[in-house]
């Protein structure tokens, strides 16, 4: 059975970092695409950052230059870097699994069939 869960998510205050880590268990997290995707109160899910099966990656435009999408294969673990913080990234943050071959990194939400149960992260000014 495919699971992930996250951790890291916390208070911060803007300008300050945070660091999210996602653990993955009952499959290979090289063997999938991942994704990192984030929902604030009254908001639609959106998609933040991806990595495909051969390192590729996507960013959200609201998020490029700030966010890192990494992965250890090694301890089969999805990570985000999250600099320069702003309120406006105040959400749950959720990491996903794309289980299909031929996956290519991807924020769209539609892509991913395995959520995890979400991180909060705080950002206030």
């Known amino acids: 059975q495919v699971q992930l869960v996250e951790s890291g998510g916390g208070s911060v205050q803007a300008g300050g970092s945070l660091g999210l880590s996602c653990a993955a268990s009952?499959?290979?997290?090289?063997?999938?695409?991942m994704g990192w995707f984030r929902q604030a109160p009254g908001k639609e899910r959106e998609g933040v950052a991806s990595?495909?099966?051969?390192?590729?990656?996507s960013y959200a435009d609201s998020v490029k230059g700030r966010f890192t999408i990494s992965q250890d294969n090694a301890k089969n673990t999805l990570y985000l870097q999250m600099n320069s913080l702003k309120p406006e990234d105040t959400a749950m943050y959720y990491c996903?699994?794309?289980?299909?071959?031929?996956?290519?990194?991807?924020?769209?939400?539609?892509?991913?069939?395995?959520w995890g149960q979400g991180t909060q992260v705080t950002v206030s000014s």
């Open positions: 996903a699994a794309n289980r299909w071959p031929g996956c290519r990194s991807s924020l769209s939400l539609i892509d991913f069939g395995v």
């Open positions: 009952g499959y290979t997290v090289r063997s999938f695409c």
């Open positions: 990595i495909g099966r051969d390192g590729s990656t």
